[in-house]
């Protein structure tokens, strides 16, 4: 069983950064990751996304600003997050695909983490 843990998570104002951490354990199969997110009243939608070959995908809304990084040997997936806007603000959840090729969809995650909060105020 896969187990995600995600942290870094805060409170932060416009124009700050935030880095997120999810840590994979158990029996990982270093496939394809991802970060969604999920505001009040919204669906989860993904947010960027990497392959075991380390292509990338993000969303126009964080295009420039979000960076998303794996360190397979620590098991570890980032997303560094500058520029943070207000609309920004969301839990966030990592997950990790069994596919090794870049997943767009939450229906193609297999394991999913706990969420961690992101709030940007004005």
């Known amino acids: 069983q896969v187990q995600l843990v995600e942290s870094g998570g805060g409170l932060v104002q416009a124009g700050g950064s935030l880095r997120l951490s999810c840590a994979a354990s158990?029996?990982?199969?270093?496939?394809?990751m991802g970060w969604f997110r999920q505001a009040p009243g919204k669906e989860r939608d993904l947010v960027a996304a990497?392959?075991?070959?380390?292509?990338?995908y993000y969303a126009n809304s964080v295009k420039g600003r979000f960076t998303i990084s794996r360190d397979n040997a620590k098991n570890t997936v980032y997303l560094q997050m500058n520029s943070l806007k207000p609309e920004d603000t969301a839990v966030y959840y990592c997950a990790l695909s069994l596919s090794y090729a870049l997943e767009y969809s939450n229906t193609r995650y297999d394991y999913w983490g706990q969420g961690t909060q992101v709030t940007v105020s004005s």
């Open positions: 158990g029996r990982t199969f270093g496939g394809s």
């Open positions: 990497i392959s075991a070959r380390a292509a990338t």
